[in-house]
């Protein structure tokens, strides 16, 4: 068993670190061969036809914003909970951010809280509605879809959370990332997340002209023109340095590879925890999985009725850590943080707020065992006094 079971963690292995060895002792540390192969290999892996590595997953969204042309005083459509990036990437180019509310027992954004934002664009344009899969349970991808294109916008797909999930929307069996209902889907390769480069990111899309644009947009705005000079290039619009290095796009190859096992291993915790967490409901109860959505749960998150129990967050989260179990909360709602308060007033989202007060994230990474659970099972039952 595990000293202390953080809520994420990385999981590195002698193969990940030959592969970064290897890229080392080649010329290129970046913008080299393994750039297209780790783009490459991530396309397929998700089903998309096109797939751009960049920096980190703020980046890809700050990309996708980019690439989508999306001017100041135009709207974008963020769920309440996520992380802050998603709704900041809108603010990067000059947009307003509306708020979605969320369903309190899954975290998402749903097409009725959708419909209710989509009430608030008034006379401005809306240009792109941004579901999170949160914990990697896949978003209701198809109506989300229908009601964001009657509005005159795009889905673009906040995906860090669900590498390897899948969804069946009527006859479709899809993968996250194929981008079959969005015009572009974003990841990240935080070290928590269900690969690691360390930083890192990656967006895809079908669209070869938003590749394109992703791509220019990644290095300065440069562009080559195909019938150019050898030294020669143009800046039709400026851009960023969001290129992913040579060095890490070799892990991200090497662990892209463990896929497949870190999902099974994944999801296979998760079952464990739907069983040894069964009988501590109603006061825990695992959130709710859409019947639409086969996740790779990158977040276990529990949601507690903490006044039930007779004690706080704070003293739940302390007592676990003394039991060398790490938790951690996702999210505080967005739409509360100063920044967004400021420029939007004081929203009420009950959902999201809802959400909030119960979310409790438990450990779940591929190096835990069965037996990490129990004890993190065995430790709440005690702290909790059920
Ligand atoms: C991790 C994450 C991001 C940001 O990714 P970074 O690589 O940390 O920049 C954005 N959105 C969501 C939902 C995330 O989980």
């Known amino acids: 068993m595990s000293a202390f079971l953080a809520y994420g963690r990385q999981t590195i292995e002698d193969d990940d670190i030959a592969a970064v060895a290897a890229a080392l002792r080649s010329d290129f540390l970046t913008t080299g061969p393994r750039v297209d192969a780790f783009e490459e290999v991530f396309a397929e892996a998700v089903g998309a036809r096109h797939a751009v590595a960049c920096s ?3 980046a890809a969204l700050h990309l996708a914003m980019l690439a989508l042309d999306v ?32 369903d309190p027992a899954t975290g998402l954004m749903t097409p009725d809280t959708l419909a209710a934002a989509l009430n608030q664009v008034g006379a401005r344009k809306l240009r792109a509605v941004l579901p ?36 069946v929307f009527g006859n479709h069996r899809e993968r996250v990332g194929d981008c079959r209902h969005s015009a572009m889907s974003t990841f990240s390769f935080h070290p928590v997340k269900t690969i690691a480069t360390g930083e890192g990111g990656m967006i895809t899309t079908n669209d070869p002209d938003l590749a394109a644009r992703l791509k220019a947009f990644r290095s300065h705005g440069m562009v080559r023109p195909a019938d150019g000079d050898p030294w020669w290039y143009e800046m039709p619009e400026p851009g960023f340095n969001y290129r992913l290095p040579d060095i890490l796009c070799a892990l991200g190859q090497s662990q892209l590879k463990k896929l497949p096992r870190f999902a099974a291993q994944r999801q296979a915790l998760a079952a464990r925890y739907d069983e040894v967490l069964a009988d501590l409901a109603p006061v825990v109860k695992i959130a709710s999985r859409p019947d639409w959505s086969t996740p790779v749960l990158h977040l276990l998150v529990a949601l507690i009725d903490f006044k039930a129990a007779g004690l706080t967050r704070r003293q739940v989260v302390d007592r676990l850590k003394a039991k060398g179990v790490g938790t951690q909360v996702h999210y505080i709602p967005v739409h509360t943080q100063p920044y967004y308060q400021a420029r939007y007033g004081q929203l009420h989202l009950p959902g999201a707020e809802a959400w909030y007060e119960a979310c409790l994230t438990l450990p779940l990474y591929p190096g835990m065992t069965p037996a990490d659970v129990d004890h993190v099972a065995a430790s709440l039952r005690a702290v909790l006094g059920l």
């Open 56 to 58: 980190n997953g703020t």
């Open 71 to 102: 001017r100041p005083g135009e709207v974008v459509i963020v769920p309440s909970i996520t992380f802050l990036a998603t709704a900041n990437c809108a603010r990067y180019v000059g947009a307003e951010v509306i708020f979605a509310d969320v």
């Open 132 to 167: 999170v899969h949160l914990r990697g349970d896949v978003a209701e991808l198809d109506r989300l879809e229908a009601l964001a294109a009657q509005a005159g916008a795009v889905l673009v797909e906040d995906a860090p959370h669900a590498l390897g999930s899948e969804a």
